[in-house]
């Protein structure tokens, strides 16, 4: 178990919709990414959030868009969705931004499914 | 930018062969490197890492050694068992991680 949890575990939706992703990262841990696991894409880094704020941004479609809280959890929002956002959505925390190389730990990931 | 280049797979072995997958990587400034795994129907799971030049990483039975000279960072592991079938990622990290594409690995008993 890595401390970070996310809900829901399977979300099935249609095309057109919106839906949330949650992560609530370890605790102590200040930073939060958000990578997309498809099968013609691979994994991919979509954005990161440090303390409240974004820090880097990946290949993250303009449809979709995050936010990270004061209580450090984070949200990723996904909207119009396409067939073609079906996938496994993982998040990962880790503790502390001024090292680039700090390890991130990974929750169990949320399966989209669009149909 | 940077990049991960990892072998095709499926990657098929008899139990108690000898496991190599290869990892060779682009990248600016010193990146840590990792190898991750994922069991079927999983999350991402971390096997090892290496955070500079020449350091070997290992965790149960596999090992990678960051290599600068050859920018590479290959897994390997003396004697695979069915329970090791999974996929298998290696990644570099400088903020991010920044993925290969991902090495299926399947064991036969």
């Known amino acids: 178990d890595s401390g970070v949890t996310q809900t829901p575990k399977h979300l099935i939706t249609a095309t057109g919709q919106r839906v949330t992703l949650r992560c609530s990262p370890r605790?102590?841990?200040?930073?939060v990414y958000w990578y997309q696991q498809s099968l013609d894409q691979g994994l991919q880094f979509l954005i990161q959030y440090y303390n409240g704020e974004e820090r880097a941004k990946g290949n993250i479609l303009e449809r979709f868009s995050a936010q990270q809280f004061p209580d450090l959890h984070s949200e990723l929002n996904l909207s119009s969705l396409e067939l073609g956002d079906s996938a496994l959505y993982f998040c990962?925390?880790?503790?502390?931004?001024?090292?680039?190389?700090?390890?991130?730990?990974f929750g169990p990931g949320t399966r989209l499914t669009v149909l | 930018g940077d990049s991960v280049t990892q072998m095709e797979g499926p990657v098929t072995l008899s139990e108690e062969a000898f496991l190599t997958i290869n990892c060779t990587y682009t990248?600016?400034?010193?990146?840590?490197l990792f190898w991750y795994v994922q069991y079927p129907g999983e999350g991402l799971q971390l096997l090892l890492k290496?955070?500079?030049a020449d350091d070997k990483g290992s965790n149960k039975g596999f090992e990678a050694t960051y290599r600068k000279e050859t920018t590479s960072f290959h897994l390997e592991k003396g004697s695979v068992q069915v329970s090791d079938s999974a996929v298998y990622f290696c990644?570099?990290?400088?903020?991010?991680?920044?993925w290969g594409a991902g090495t299926k690995l399947i064991i036969k008993p």
């Open positions: 990962a925390s880790s503790s502390n931004l001024r090292d680039s190389n700090n390890e991130q730990f």
């Open positions: 605790s102590g841990d200040l930073s």
């Open positions: 990248a600016t400034g010193y990146p840590s």
């Open positions: 290496a955070t500079k």
């Open positions: 990644a570099l990290q400088h903020y991010q991680l920044i």
